[in-house]
C-alpha cells in the first residue's frame, strides 16, 4: 500500500513550485488542498494533477468556506457563518451549503474543508469569529448539520473543523500553540456540543492544533490518541475520515514529527505539509501503525463513493446573498432612515485587506445621498470597519489607535453608525456611537443591503448570534 496517497499536499499560488506537486501527484498524493489562483489557473492545475497520478481518483480541496471570494480574486464571497447564524435558520445554513458546493465545482473543488464548529465565544480570538455560527453550542451544532447536508447535496464532501473546539482561545494556530483550560466537562458541555451534533453528516473531521490540557496535556489535538481515538472514535462513534489541520502550521514544531504522530494518534490524512515531498521520503523510513494506510485507503473510497451522481444545484454566490443578507443582518440602535440630500460623513477602520466599499458607497449616492470625509459637516457618520481573519494575521479587531478615532469622530455627529461588514466586535462601550449595523461579510450584497437599511428601503431582522 501507498503511504502517499494520505497526504494531501497544499497548493499555494505564487508560492508553491509546479514542479514539486506534480512529483506528489506522480507518487499517488491522494489529493491536494489548492489556495488562490484563478479560475483558469486552478483548473489548469487540477487537470496536469490528475493526468500525472497514477490513482483513479484524486480528491480536490479548498478551504472554500465562504466562497471562492477570499482565495480566488474576481470572485465572490458567500455571506459567513456568522451571518447564517444571525439569520438562526437551518434553511439558510442548508442553502449555504448547497451554494459552496456549486461554486466548489464550478473550479474542479469536491472537498471543501467546511463547516467551522468552534464558538464564537472570545471576541479576541484572532481566527474564529466569522467563521463560527455564533455563542450557542446547539444552535451552531442545528445549523453546522444543515450546512453539512447542504454541501453533500450539492455533490461535495465536507470537512467539520476544528475539532474539539477552537473558539476560547486568543491565539492563531498558524502562529502559535493555543492553550485551552477548561475541564472535560465544561468542554462537553459547550465545545463538543456542535462536533455531536453535526457528526451523523459529516464526511470528515479535522483535528485542531490546539492543546487541551484535560484531555491531553502533553499533545496537541491533530496528534493527540486522547483525543482523536478515544475521545472522536470510541467516546463519539466517529468512523469516517480524520485530517490534521496544515502541518505548515507553526504550533507544531517539526512536521515530520507531528505526521508521524498524528498517524499514531489515529489521523488519516496529513494535509499541507510545507514541503509534502521531503514528508514522503520521511514517512517511507519509518514504522508506521499497523493498517493505517489500508484503513485510510479503505475510507478515501468510502467518501468516493458517497459523492452524488446527480447532486442538486443551489444559488449562486450573488443570488444567495441577495437572498438572505437582510435576515443575516443586525441592527442596534436608533435608525437612522436616510434621506436624499442628506449628507453622511464616512470613514474606513480596520481594513488591512483593502477591501472595496464602492458598492456600500455608490447605493447611497444613487439615493442622493452626498458622501464626505470624516470630520466634515454631515448629518450623520458612517464608520465602516472590514476587520476580518486571515490566516497568520494574528489578530481581528479594532486597535485602541482605531477605537479613539471612532470615539473621536462619533461625537461630533447627531448621528453615528458603525457599520462591520467583518468582525462585530471593536465598537462595544463607545458612549458617542447611537448605532451598530452588523452584516458580518464584505459581500456586494452584504454592501448593498447595508446601504438600503441606512435608507430605510430594508430592515435588518437578522438577531445577535453571540
Given at each position: 500500500m501507498n503511504i502517499n496517497r494520505l497526504i494531501f499536499p497544499g497548493f499555494w499560488f505564487?508560492?508553491?513550485?509546479?514542479?514539486?506537486?506534480?512529483?506528489?501527484?506522480r507518487r499517488?498524493?491522494?489529493?491536494?488542498?489548492?489556495?488562490?489562483?484563478?479560475?483558469?489557473?486552478?483548473?489548469e492545475l487540477i487537470a496536469d494533477l490528475k493526468a500525472a497520478s497514477p490513482l483513479k481518483h484524486v480528491f480536490?480541496?479548498?478551504?472554500?468556506?465562504?466562497?471562492l471570494g477570499r482565495w480566488i480574486e474576481g470572485t465572490d464571497w458567500v455571506l459567513s457563518n456568522l451571518a447564517v447564524g444571525a439569520n438562526g435558520t437551518e434553511e439558510a445554513a442548508y442553502q449555504k451549503g448547497l451554494t459552496l458546493a456549486r461554486e466548489a465545482k464550478s473550479v474542479g473543488i469536491e472537498w471543501v474543508f467546511a463547516p467551522v464548529l468552534d464558538l464564537c465565544d472570545e471576541p479576541q480570538n484572532p481566527i474564529v469569529n466569522t467563521r463560527s455560527f455564533g455563542a450557542d453550542p446547539h444552535a451552531a451544532g442545528r445549523l453546522g448539520a444543515a450546512l453539512c447536508r447542504g454541501l453533500h447535496d450539492g455533490g461535495v464532501l465536507n470537512s467539520?473543523?476544528?475539532?474539539?473546539?477552537?473558539?476560547?482561545?486568543?491565539?492563531?494556530?498558524?502562529?502559535?500553540?493555543?492553550?485551552?483550560?477548561?475541564?472535560?466537562?465544561?468542554l462537553k458541555q459547550n465545545e463538543l456540543i456542535p462536533f455531536r451534533e453535526a457528526l451523523p453528516y459529516a464526511d470528515s473531521v479535522m483535528a485542531g492544533h490546539l492543546l487541551f490540557e484535560a484531555v491531553d496535556k502533553d499533545h496537541p489535538a491533530s496528534f493527540s490518541r486522547a483525543v482523536i481515538t478515544d475521545l472522536l472514535k470510541r467516546e463519539m462513534g466517529f468512523e469516517k475520515l480524520v485530517f490534521t489541520?496544515?502541518?505548515?502550521?507553526?504550533a507544531l514544531g517539526d512536521e515530520k514529527q507531528a505526521a508521524l504522530a498524528a498517524l499514531h494518534a489515529g489521523v488519516h490524512i496529513l494535509l499541507a505539509a510545507e514541503d509534502s515531498v521531503a514528508l514522503s521520503d520521511f514517512l517511507q523510513t519509518q514504522t508506521l501503525p499497523e493498517n493505517c494506510v489500508s484503513v485510510s485507503a479503505q475510507l478515501l473510497d468510502r467518501a468516493e463513493r458517497s459523492l452524488l451522481a446527480a447532486p442538486k444545484t443551489g444559488f449562486s454566490a450573488a443570488e444567495f446573498n441577495a437572498r438572505y443578507a437582510a435576515s443575516c443582518a443586525v441592527w442596534q440602535g436608533r435608525p437612522p432612515a436616510l434621506k436624499k440630500g442628506q449628507s453622511i460623513a464616512y470613514m474606513e477602520l480596520g481594513n488591512e485587506e483593502n477591501f472595496a466599499a464602492q458598492d456600500f458607497l455608490n447605493t447611497l449616492k444613487e439615493a442622493g445621498i452626498h458622501i464626505k470625509k470624516a470630520g466634515e459637516t454631515a448629518d450623520a457618520l458612517a464608520a465602516v470597519s472590514f476587520s476580518n481573519y486571515k490566516a497568520f494575521k494574528g489578530h481581528i479587531n479594532l486597535s485602541d489607535t482605531q477605537r479613539a478615532q471612532l470615539a473621536h469622530h462619533a461625537a461630533q455627529y447627531p448621528q453615528s453608525m458603525f457599520i462591520s461588514f467583518g468582525s462585530p466586535f471593536g465598537?462595544?462601550?463607545?458612549?458617542?456611537?447611537?448605532?451598530?449595523?452588523?452584516?458580518?461579510s464584505p459581500a456586494k450584497e452584504a454592501q448593498i443591503c447595508a446601504a438600503n437599511i441606512l435608507l430605510g428601503k430594508e430592515k435588518a431582522r437578522g438577531r445577535s448570534p453571540f
Open positions: 505564487g508560492k508553491s513550485r509546479k514542479e514539486d506537486a506534480l512529483e506528489m501527484a499517488g498524493a491522494g489529493g491536494f488542498c489548492i489556495y488562490g489562483g484563478t479560475r483558469e489557473s486552478v483548473g480536490m480541496c479548498a478551504d472554500y468556506e465562504d466562497g467539520i473543523k476544528h475539532f474539539p473546539g477552537h473558539g476560547r482561545t486568543k491565539t492563531d494556530s498558524h502562529l502559535a500553540l493555543p492553550v485551552l483550560h477548561q475541564s472535560l466537562r465544561e489541520d496544515a502541518l505548515c502550521m507553526k465598537a462595544e462601550n463607545i458612549p458617542s456611537l447611537t448605532a451598530r449595523l452588523l452584516l458580518f
